[in-house]
């Protein structure tokens, strides 16, 4: 009975210790932010879609499926399913749950079976004989289980755990990052190889034009009406026409080799049909700053690792208190096999405290004070590093936004200036057919009109690869549900449709909060 009220007394004196956790109370450290964007849209001008409320660990919605183009849509559900570097990354977050159980299995006793026999020969002095004594020898078999808990006093183990799982969480914010910029590469990529079928639908028109010249070119000059030096110009013009279509077909060649790759293929394997850029005119608004923090999965991980760095520092600390470890052993011993299990070969053995051993460090150099020191500047690096995610991140925001604004005034003006070249083309083409001006005037406009034709269609180029990093500056879009990620890291990806909800609309939120212009 006494035994009893010992063990009782030392099971309630643990517990009472393994609430003392020395782990700081873990905040979220300020980070820098403005109550509105400098270069967002005014509220009457913004749109009026209703802006997102997302979460950091839910699937960023399939955003892409607002350009309405049903082969990006292909491309994209290709590229999550055999992409290289999303595998890698899941394949991460997969090592980092199995640590997160890994170090939550030291919560719980350990328990072992031995079974076997020894064999022991004891010295003659050992037994208090001489040394050239009789010395005896003996074996001992075994059948035994064993207990092994080490007490949580002050939080040490729960802290690893906690660490741990922030490190987990961590790993999946990473691969939600990971994702988001596989689309987003994967969108700019297959507008970029779009943007070039449409120069290169440029130079075709270009190519006929002056193909079309080059024989009133050599008509006229067979007639005598010009000189030969007119038909090496209109061939000059032609070839270097050929020259520069050539090289968009070689830069094409190489950003639909690099959109293989996204896609997990070879790039002999895959191949692109020719489909010129048309032009994408979305609105994106982006919102508040303060909602930027929970919208961007970096962010997210980044404010991870400030978590994790926060328990390491209570599991420092609490390295400088008593460890308690509770064994005991039970079984059975005996000289033969055959009598091992009888009931009088059984045996047990606890430690000192009712099977507690209590350990107090005393002396060790300066060993744990490094370490909690160690602790303690990995939590200000990973502070530093959460700042400094947040600052890029609205700078990327306000570097897009910028972008757009500009470009939808860049575009109108270059639109005019299309327009004009052409009328001057035609206008040149005419004259120089009733003999009115020189070749070389006719050259001058068709240069002009050929390069602000793909002034233009870099534009449109441009404001494509804008909206697209606009969308994941602003971390994606959060209308579709959020998938399960087992331990293997393997994600399931919803069949459902991104849609924009109009604003007022209750219990939905858009893909993206994008509206049409």
């Not at 002095?125 to 075994?142: K, V």
């Amino acid at each position: 009975m006494k035994h009893l009220q010992r063990f009782s007394m030392s099971l309630l004196t643990t517990l009472v210790l393994a609430g003392c956790s020395v782990t700081p109370t873990y905040e979220r450290p300020a980070a820098p932010a403005s109550a509105a964007f400098k270069e967002a849209l005014p509220a009457d001008q913004a749109g009026q879609w209703k802006t997102a409320q997302p979460a950091e660990d839910q699937l960023r919605g399939a955003w892409w499926e607002l350009f309405k183009d049903e082969q990006l849509n292909r491309l994209e559900v290709q590229a999550q399913a055999a992409n290289q570097s999303l595998k890698a990354a899941a394949a991460r977050l997969a090592q980092a749950r199995a640590l997160q159980r890994q170090a939550r299995s030291s919560l719980f006793p350990e328990v072992t079976a031995n079974f076997g026999p020894t064999r022991q020969r004891a010295s003659p002095a050992s037994q208090g004989l001489a040394d050239d004594g009789p010395a005896t020898s003996s074996t001992l078999w075994r059948a035994q289980a064993g207990v092994s808990y080490e007490a949580d006093l002050f939080g040490r183990v729960s802290s690893t755990v906690d660490a741990a799982t922030a490190d987990a969480q961590q790993s999946e914010a990473l691969l939600r990052s990971v994702q988001l910029a596989l689309q987003a590469d994967v969108a700019q990529n297959y507008f970029q190889v779009r943007q070039l079928d449409a120069e290169r639908q440029v130079y075709v028109q270009t190519l006929d034009l002056r193909e079309q010249t080059l024989k009133l070119v050599e008509r006229r000059y067979k007639e005598g009406d010009i000189s030969e030096l007119d038909v090496a110009r209109a061939r000059s013009e032609l070839a270097s026409a050929q020259s520069e279509a050539l090289g968009i077909d070689r830069n094409r060649a190489a950003a639909e080799h690099a959109l293989a790759v996204l896609l997990g293929l070879a790039p002999s394997e895959f191949s692109l049909p020719a489909t010129p850029l048309a032009r994408i005119d979305l609105r994106v608004p982006a919102g508040l700053p303060s909602g930027l923090l929970e919208r961007r999965p970096d962010i997210a991980a980044a404010e991870r690792a400030m978590a994790a760095a926060n328990d390491r520092i209570g599991a420092a600390r609490a390295a400088f208190f008593p460890q308690l470890n509770i064994t005991g052993y039970a079984g059975y011993e005996s000289s033969e096999l055959g009598h091992l299990f009888q009931w009088s070969s059984r045996t047990f053995l606890l430690g000192p405290l009712t099977g507690a051993m209590l350990s107090l460090p005393i002396f060790d150099a300066g060993r744990r004070q490094a370490g909690l020191d160690r602790a303690r500047a990995v939590y200000e690096e990973d502070v530093a590093n959460y700042r400094q995610s947040v600052l890029g991140a609205f700078r990327e925001v306000e570097d897009n936004l910028a972008s757009l604004r500009i470009l939808d005034d860049q575009i109108g003006a270059q639109d005019r200036a299309v327009q004009a070249s052409s009328r001057a083309a035609q206008l040149s083409h005419t004259q120089y057919k009733e003999g009115s001006i020189s070749y070389l005037d006719v050259i001058d406009s068709d240069r002009t009109v050929l390069a602000q034709q793909r002034i233009s269609v870099q534009l449109d180029g441009a404001r494509a690869l804008s909206t697209v990093n606009l969308i994941r500056a602003l971390g994606g879009g959060w209308s579709l549900p959020t998938p399960q990620v087992g331990d293997t890291g393997k994600i399931e990806q919803p069949s459902a449709k991104a849609t924009a909800a109009p604003a007022g609309q209750a219990g939905t939120a858009p893909a993206v909060p994008v509206a049409a212009r």
